[in-house]
């Protein structure tokens, strides 16, 4: 099983590697996209909170978030480490390598998390926030520092959670 994933991931990899370099405004994108586009996410959020005065829009899904980045990602770290794309395949890329294992992505895990928690008080804020979490990891994965199925994890990850949190706490 882990062949095959592994063998899906390198191919996705290398067709998306196909563009990397050709442009410097997708390069850069691509770059600002994976580091900062989550920071984004908190402020459109952040500001949402504080005018419509309801601490919980923000605060429900940052635990959502850290309790997946730090619950879930932290326990599976401990038993299975991942090497990122450009340990195995032996090219630079494009952000600073993270120190954490690859799998899952500790980024899609919390923004995810974040994101899908968000949801619950607001769709529309929470689709926007959406196609920026998921241009993040695409973006991640465009930079090399992802396999496709490290984002999909996190990703996953942060919707179990998320659905516990609706359970319990909304």
Known sequence: MLTS?????????????????????????????????????????GFQALYAWHWQLFFVPVLAGLVTR??????????????RPSEILEFNPLIKKPRHPAFPSGHAAFFFGFVFAVFAYSVPLAA????????????????????P??????????????????????
């Open 70 to 83: 730090f619950g879930i990602n932290e326990t599976i770290y401990a038993f299975y480490q991942r090497k």
């Open 5 to 45: 994933v592994m063998h899906v991931d390198t191919h996705i990899l290398s067709l998306i590697r196909k563009y990397v370099g050709k442009s410097k405004f997708l390069d850069k994108l691509a770059s600002w996209c994976a580091e900062y586009s989550g920071y984004l996410i908190l402020l459109l959020v």
């Open 128 to 147: 926007v926030c959406l196609v920026l979490a998921v241009l993040m990891g695409l973006a991640r994965v465009f930079c090399s520092v992802h396999w």
């Open 149 to 170: 199925s490290d984002i999909l994890a996190g990703g996953a990850a942060a919707g179990l959670v998320s659905m516990i949190f609706w359970y319990l706490l909304l």
